[in-house]
């Protein structure tokens, strides 16, 4: 059953620039008993730790009309995404190409979509002649809840006053990949391992603030934050958002208990909580709710030294990347499709579990490249927002930032579809995990992030210095 909240956003800006905006939030967590995604074997949930929400933003500004929609999903893939879009669409004028549908990353939704999916289904279905973990097409009612969220923050929507800007949050987020003394570069080493030489990476200690209030009371009533970290804190069985739900429990606290809290996952393909450099013991739930609270302390002591968008000009603006996809013989394809009776179990190494799924996902797709979507909102002269798809490293969403022209540039990973990761060249060359996870093409991210440059330098109408 859906549920809907919808809070208005207003503003006192001149009727000539005025933006309107609308915020609403649909609960999309699934029933009890659905597989569980994040890991590379069959979990199944046997609960809710708090409920998992498709949170949306609707901005108009005369005949410009967008939407920002993040899930507390692992992934969001395309055909969701074109069904959410077609349905928005229809119901509110707003172009399917302006809506943004991402997700955060939560490792404790459901497992609903790709490879391993089709995997674990079919072998219910062969074992019981229907998927008794699957009592409805989840991935339909999804692409129909986004919607909906979208349509109630459409219908709520009022003059608006928006502001932007980027605080620094350092403590909670550590480059995952390592090189080590042997001279490979692995990923999530171990607490102080002594054969760790240095992080094969940087982070990116930016925390992206996109703030709407209510002009009549001062009242901060919509905010999102994008902030690369990983969304794999928690573990466990049970439905949970991951930090974001702690993020806004306590922004709730300190800024008003209607605000609507949207969450980004900024690029952190590479990036995760575990500082290898401590023997501090923490519990999952403790971890969980010590990074969602102090990131929330960040943005509370920002939030008022955000720059006003005195001047809003909001525009969006896409690109289609033709992105090649990794090729495998078909001696090796069929021992990958042996091996996925392997997946989860202790016969296969980790690494070997995590190619063989990957080969069955590109034998899924079926096609020698992927048309991959990047979007740029552009909210005023010197505020932009960039949506990317898939897991992607920080370095290529650093590079975005360093290249746009505009003053606050926001990026936003898992936007559209997911592709699993997005690696650099360098990054290829090294190997690991991620790597191995990855259905693109070496070069595939550097693409993306010249389309995502493009796009920011046509909607960019002067080359203002950044801060």
């Known amino acids: 059953m859906l ?20 915020a609403a939030e649909a609960d999309i967590t699934p029933p009890p008993g659905y597989r569980m995604s994040g890991y590379f074997r069959e979990r199944l949930n046997t609960g809710t730790r708090d ?39 229809r119901q509110t004028r707003v172009p399917g190409d302006h809506v943004l549908v991402a997700a955060t990353h939560s490792h404790t939704g459901p497992l609903y979509y790709d490879v391993l999916r089709e995997h674990f289904h079919r072998l219910a279905v062969e074992k019981h002649g229907g998927d008794p973990q699957e009592p409805f097409d989840y991935a339909d009612q999804l692409a129909k809840n986004i919607a909906a969220a979208v349509k109630q923050a459409h219908d709520a929507a009022r003059p608006a006053r928006l502001a932007a800007g980027i605080a620094q949050q350092t403590g909670l987020s550590f480059n995952r990949r390592f ?26 200690p930016d925390v992206g603030l996109l703030l709407a209030r209510d002009a009549a009371g001062d009242q901060p009533l919509a905010l999102l934050t994008v902030f690369a970290l990983h969304l794999d804190t928690l573990g466990g069985s049970e439905y949970s958002a991951d930090y974001p739900y702690y993020l806004q429990r306590a922004l709730r606290r300190d800024l008003g208990d209607k605000l609507v809290s949207l969450f980004g996952a900024g690029t952190c393909g590479d990036i995760n909580h575990i500082d290898v450099s401590s023997a501090r013991p923490t519990s999952e739930r403790s971890e969980t709710e010590r990074i969602g609270n102090r990131l929330a302390e960040t943005v509370v002591e920002n939030v008022d030294r955000l720059a ?24 090796q394809v069929e021992a990958a499709r042996r091996n996925m009776a392997k997946i989860g179990g202790k016969e296969l190494s980790f690494l070997d579990q995590v190619e063989a799924s990957k080969i069955m996902a590109l034998e899924l797709r ?25 897991e ?27 592709p699993h990761y997005v690696p650099t060249r360098k990054a290829f060359a090294e190997g690991s995990y991620e790597v191995v996870n990855s259905l693109v093409e070496t070069g595939g991210g550097e693409r993306l992030v010249e389309a995502a440059v493009e796009l920011l330098q046509r909607l960019a109408p002067s080359q203002a210095p950044k801060r």
């Open 366 to 390: 079926g096609k020698p490249s992927l048309p991959l979507e990047v979007q740029v909102f552009r909210f005023s002269p010197e505020v932009a927002l960039v949506a990317l798809p898939g």
């Open 51 to 89: 409920p998992l929400h498709a949170k949306a933003l609707y901005v108009e500004q005369g005949d410009e009309r967008a939407a920002l929609v993040f899930c507390d999903l692992i992934g969001v893939p395309a055909e969701v995404v074109a069904q959410a879009r077609e349905i928005i669409e």
């Open 308 to 331: 006003p968008i005195g001047q809003p000009a909001l525009a969006v603006r896409r690109q289609i990347v033709d992105v090649p996809l990794q090729r495998y013989p078909p001696q």
């Open 179 to 204: 090189h080590m003394k042997n001279g490979k570069v692995v990923f999530n080493p171990g607490r102080l391992n002594p054969d760790i030489l240095r992080p094969a990476g940087p982070i990116d």
């Open 392 to 418: 992607v490293f920080v370095e290529l969403g650093l590079e975005v930032k360093r290249r746009s022209p505009f003053r606050t540039t926001l990026v936003v990973e898992l936007a559209n579809d997911n």
């Open 3 to 22: 549920h809907l909240t919808a809070f208005l956003l207003a503003s006192c800006l001149p009727s000539a620039a005025e933006i309107k905006a609308g």
